[in-house]
C-alpha cells in the first residue's frame, strides 16, 4: 500500500510558476506509475502528467504540455510537478495518483487505473 501527501500549493499570481511535491510511503514507489489529476469544483478529476516507474516515459495533458514538466526521485520517494506560465484556469485542486505499471499509454491517462491518492493540495491563480 502506498501513502501520498501532497505539498507546494498556493496562491501564485498568472504567469508565476510552482512545484508540487508529493510524498509517498511504502519501500515499493519505484514500482508505481505514478500521475498528476486536477479537478475544478463540480467536475471529475481530469488528468494532468504521468510518469512511468523507472521515470523514462511522461505524458501530458494537452492544457499543460510545454508549461509543466513531472518528475520522480525514487530514491527520495518523491513525485513532482513543476508549472510555470500558470493560468487562471489552471486553478484547481491537485492531486497525485498511484498505480501499478500500466500497458499502454492511454491507461495513464484514465484515473480508475490509479489504485492511491493524496489528499489534494489547492492551487490559486490569480489574474
Known amino acids: 500500500q502506498v501513502q501520498l501527501v501532497e505539498s507546494g500549493g498556493g496562491l501564485v499570481q498568472a504567469g508565476g510558476s510552482l512545484r508540487l511535491s508529493c510524498a509517498a510511503s511504502?519501500?515499493?514507489?519505484?514500482?508505481?506509475?505514478m500521475g498528476w489529476f486536477r479537478q475544478f469544483p463540480g467536475t471529475e478529476r481530469e488528468f494532468v502528467a504521468s510518469i512511468s516507474p523507472s521515470g523514462t516515459n511522461m505524458l501530458y495533458a494537452d492544457s499543460v504540455k510545454g508549461r509543466g514538466t513531472i518528475s520522480r526521485d525514487n530514491a527520495k520517494n518523491m513525485l513532482y510537478l513543476h508549472m510555470n506560465s500558470l493560468k487562471p484556469e489552471d486553478t484547481a485542486v491537485y492531486y497525485c495518483?498511484?498505480?501499478?505499471?500500466?500497458?499502454?499509454?492511454?491507461?495513464?491517462?484514465?484515473?480508475?487505473?490509479?489504485?492511491?491518492w493524496g489528499q489534494g493540495t489547492q492551487v490559486t491563480v490569480s489574474s
Open positions: 495518483a498511484a498505480g501499478r505499471p500500466m500497458q499502454y499509454n492511454r491507461d495513464y491517462y484514465r484515473s480508475r487505473e490509479y489504485d492511491y
Open positions: 511504502g519501500r515499493t514507489f519505484s514500482a508505481y506509475a
